[in-house]
């Protein structure tokens, strides 16, 4: 009686499977037990007597049935290849959304690897910042991003962004292997870029109580760092039950992962909130107009983005909390975890580019300068009898003295060790001691403006707000 039935459900299922495209050989890649079940319930159901294939895939009461039955007699392959099956039998067409996660990657990974090239560029040359702890921090943060955005690849290979049941057991087992070596990676390398912003802190801001509650922070995230990298290495023991206990085939133990991930991420969202803020008492505190003072505020709370991905990465984790279709709904985890990482270096080096465009400013202007200079004298507006006269080229040479304000307002965003002056020695001993910055500026006038500059004394221009040209000592 049994063969009888077996017989006849496996007629109607390849009749079924043919009206739906002629996939007579989905039949034979039915599990054993899940067929069992079909046989077991199909003639409770209302498709006993309506044996089509859209009775068989609609029929939500027969497909909760066998379900229940077959998770009491499958293993969990077997049942994701009975959904496979079944979905292939229905016309249920096959999901992909690997692509912009390795997309995502790479361009991230790309962008935060130049900001962190033009950071070192700011300390290349005579007027070049010293090289120090936040460097090679955030350094080691970079080197720490490159396997993450590598392992894209091999999980998009192996079939991350396709449902979990699409996949062999050697594919499934390969993705959560490399998510589980990309997460060790994530949680160094977002650890290590607090303490380089910290150790930025150090070079600007010179109080003792600011480098002491500094340290403190820098100490925290040193903390948190080491114990959640033992804490994700060490999330199941064996280590390797962490991509092979999905299968239940294997013995071992495993902490909570994902409780383990979101106190993870407070944590982190909570250090980032800290080292954002951590500076800002110092800044409101400057001397400056109010204009100034929030432009140099915002700089320093690029880490306001930081916070923004981790939070929306933390909603993804609660998300897929649940979920037992991984492969497709770690996606989207994925994706904000390495946008993460890169938006972190990119934020660290934002300061650095601003000495790089001050560095690299004068020059600009200059060239600015000279083709404005070159257009004006094709002009035809320049006046005839200014152009009949001869030019003389004119050195001056202004020495001022800065005004109060001036130097109230002056931040030192670089190491004042680090200056290089331009002066000789002599001369920077006796402008020094007096307070006084020379500049030397040449210009081209013509024979009758120089007559009429040695007839009257005029006042020097004010030139506390041009940007530096490599001339000053400040």
Known sequence: MRLQLLITFLTTF???????????????????????????????????????????????????????CAKKTCSVYELLQTKNVSNKGCGVPDRY??????????????????????????????????????????????????????????????GLGRDIWTLTDVQITNVLKFYFMGEIFYVVALGISKISILFFYLRVFPAKSFRVLTYSVMGVSAAYTIAFFFATTMQCWPISQAWTQWDGLHKGRCNNIHLQGWIAAAINIALDVVVMILPMKHLAALNMSLKKKIMVMS???VGIFVVFVSAIRLYSLIHFASTENITWNYVDAGIWSLIEINVSIICGCMPAHRLLIVKLWPKMRANLASSMNVSTKKSTNVSTTDSQLP??????????????????????????????????????????????????????????????????????PDWTDRPTTGKEHV
């Not at 077991?40 to 027969?62: G, I, M, R, V, Y």
């Not at 020379?438 to 005029?458: C, F, G, L, P």
Request: proline content about 4%.
């Open 14 to 68: 390849v009749v079924a499977v043919q009206a739906q495209g002629g996939l007579l050989a989905l039949a034979e890649h039915m599990p054993k037990c899940s067929l069992a079940c079909f046989i077991q319930e199909l003639p409770k159901s209302t498709c006993a007597t309506n044996l089509t294939s859209e009775c068989l895939c609609s029929n939500d009461a027969l497909n909760a049935a066998v379900a229940v």
């Open 299 to 301: 700089m320093f709370s």
């Open 97 to 158: 959304k690997g692509d912009k996660f390795v997309a995502i990657g790479i361009t991230g990974c790309a962008v935060a690897v130049t900001a962190f090239v033009l950071r070192m560029l700011a300390s290349v040359g005579k007027k070049g910042r010293q090289v120090s702890w936040d460097d090679f921090t955030m350094g080691i943060v970079v080197l720490l991003n490159i396997p993450p955005t590598v392992f894209t690849y091999y999980l998009v290979k192996n």
């Open 391 to 460: 030019v003389e080229k004119v050195v001056t040479r202004i020495s001022y003295k800065p005004r109060k304000k001036d130097e109230d307002n002056f931040i030192p965003l670089v190491d004042m060790d680090n200056d290089r002056t331009r002066l000789t020695k002599d001369e920077h001993n006796s402008r020094e001691s007096a307070g006084w910055i020379t500049q030397t500026h040449t210009v081209e006038i013509s024979m009758r403006d120089a007559s009429r500059m040695k007839s009257r004394e005029a006042p020097p």
